[in-house]
């Protein structure tokens, strides 16, 4: 029995050649799409992208609409923690203008009771 003989550089070197062609022939023989073809692939192309404009274009729509709902539920909020605070508030303090005229107006109406 013969033992393994390792393939010379020469060997290796033509049996990729070889490949190679063999993979270019191959390659070449794919038959190319005539303008017909090309243009309907072009037209196709077109189809996707305007519908995946469409999509996008639909989500930022439904995303901005999410979020003017939210700003609106945040304004809504604010305003009602602005009516509870100011019902919570205490009453403001009277200055003494205030004060006088409410005291000569008790003292009137004590005066026309007698």
Known sequence: MKGFKEPSFQDRAAASSKAKDKALAKLKAVPQPDAE????????RAEREAQAEA??????QAREEKQRLAEEKKAEAKREEAARAE???????????EL?????????ARKSRK
């Not at 243009?39 to 196709?44: G, I, P, S």
């Not at 006088?100 to 009137?108: C, E, I, L, Q, S």
């Open 100 to 108: 006088k005229a409410a005291r000569d107006a008790r003292y009137a």
């Open 87 to 97: 019902a919570l508030a205490p009453p403001p303090k009277k200055t003494e203008a």
């Open 55 to 60: 999509k996008a274009a639909k989500a930022r």
């Open 37 to 44: 073809q090309l243009a309907q692939m072009a037209q196709r």
